[in-house]
């Protein structure tokens, strides 16, 4: 029997008005929902800038605690509208201590719990090391109304044990809100050799895993114009096949029908789940495999 499940993709841009950025997100959704959403994903940290750019205390000031304000928000949302809403935030958990979070709400608004982001990135106009904190909950699937969805963050998605592991605790959709893009000062075919490799990996978690994967990134220019978030969503199907791909400039928001049976016909013919040797994987928990 086919299973199927509509999910909404917003590609924002942001400003530096939080409450805007939340109202934003709120239109984006409710767009997606009449386009018949059941499932609506937003990008990493939707009610900001993205402010990892410079290691300055004020941006404190943006966390929030999960369950909070924006996640009250979001919940009469989802309950006015019926949809999954899957929001990425910032979290305070407690003075001083913070993590990049994604809160999961479900079609009745309740809150079905957070995902704290398990890699944190520290490159050059990406020092989240000094804000957040890596997460201690462990990979994380929600089982929603419409679909037992799991749930990763931006730097995750560079990591096939992360989506191996969501994989094969039951995620029937691996959702990915993401923060990415160019320098402006590189060129163009250093910018499109690294969104190919970004698209190809995930993509390859599609593949690897027999599931859909959706990512959902942020557009627009940012730090004065040094950095051009690249946009680029998309949606695959369990064999990886794209079934949108949104542009590198323009906001957009997107539907897309998943069948979700297809991870049963593609696992039959190509049984890499199956015919994993389990048994020879533990030297993968070393750092790196030598004689120290």
Same mark, same amino acid.
């Given at each position: 029997?086919?299973?199927?499940?509509k999910?909404?993709?917003?590609?924002n841009a942001?400003?530096s008005?939080?409450?805007?950025?939340?109202?934003?997100?709120i239109?984006?959704?409710?767009?997606?929902?009449?386009?018949?959403?059941?499932?609506?994903?937003?990008q990493e940290?939707?009610a900001?800038?993205?402010?990892?750019?410079?290691?300055d205390?004020?941006?404190?000031?943006?966390a929030?605690?999960?369950? @909070?304000p924006?996640t009250?928000a979001?919940?009469?949302?989802a309950?006015e509208?019926?949809?999954?809403?899957?929001?990425?935030l910032?979290?305070k958990r407690?003075?001083g201590?913070?993590?990049?979070?994604?809160?999961?709400?479900?079609?009745?608004?309740?809150?079905?719990g957070?995902?704290?982001?398990m890699?944190?990135?520290?490159?050059?106009?990406?020092?989240?090391?000094?804000?957040?904190t890596p997460?201690?909950?462990?990979?994380?699937v929600?089982?929603?109304?419409?679909a037992?969805? @799991?749930?990763?963050i931006?730097?995750?998605?560079?990591?096939?044990e992360?989506?191996?592991?969501?994989?094969?605790?039951?995620?029937?959709?691996?959702?990915y809100?993401t923060a990415?893009?160019?320098?402006t000062?590189q060129?163009?075919?250093?910018?499109?050799?690294?969104?190919?490799a970004?698209?190809?990996i995930?993509?390859?978690h599609?593949?690897?895993? @027999?599931?859909p994967?959706v990512s959902v990134?942020?557009?627009g220019?940012?730090?004065?114009?040094?950095?051009?978030?690249?946009?680029?969503?998309?949606a695959t199907?369990?064999?990886?096949?794209? *079934?949108?791909l949104?542009?590198?400039?323009?906001?957009e928001?997107?539907?897309?029908? *998943?069948d979700?049976s297809?991870?049963?016909?593609?696992?039959?013919?190509?049984?890499?789940?199956?015919?994993?040797?389990?048994?020879s994987?533990?030297?993968?928990?070393?750092?790196f495999?030598d004689e120290e």
């Open positions: 029997m086919n299973k199927r499940v999910v909404g993709l917003v590609q942001c400003t008005d939080k409450a805007a950025n939340l109202q934003k997100a239109e984006g959704i409710k767009a997606a929902a009449a386009k018949g959403a059941q499932i609506v994903c937003l940290l939707f900001s800038l993205y402010f990892c750019d410079v290691e205390y004020a941006n404190f000031d943006l929030e605690s999960i369950p @909070g924006s009250d979001l919940s009469a949302v309950k509208l019926g949809v999954v809403i899957i929001a990425s910032f979290e407690a003075q201590l913070y993590h990049n979070t994604t809160a999961v709400l479900d079609a009745d608004g309740s809150y079905l957070k995902y704290r982001k890699h944190i990135p520290d490159d050059p106009a990406f020092y989240e090391k000094f804000y957040f997460g201690d909950l462990g990979y994380k929600f089982q929603t109304k419409f037992k969805i @799991g749930v990763l931006c730097w995750d998605q560079w990591y096939p992360a989506s191996r592991i969501t994989a094969l605790m039951g995620a029937e959709v691996l959702f809100p990415i893009g160019w320098a000062d060129d163009e075919e250093t910018n499109q050799d690294q969104y190919n970004w698209q190809t995930q993509r390859s599609a593949v690897a895993n @027999g599931v994967v990134n942020r557009v220019f940012e730090q004065d114009g040094a950095m051009k978030f690249w946009g680029g969503s998309f199907n369990a064999q990886g096949k794209l *079934l949108y949104a542009s590198h400039d323009n906001e928001i997107e539907v897309v029908d *998943l979700l297809e991870s049963d016909f593609f696992r039959k013919h190509w049984p890499f789940l199956r015919d994993r040797r389990i048994d994987y533990q030297p993968i928990t070393k750092r495999i």
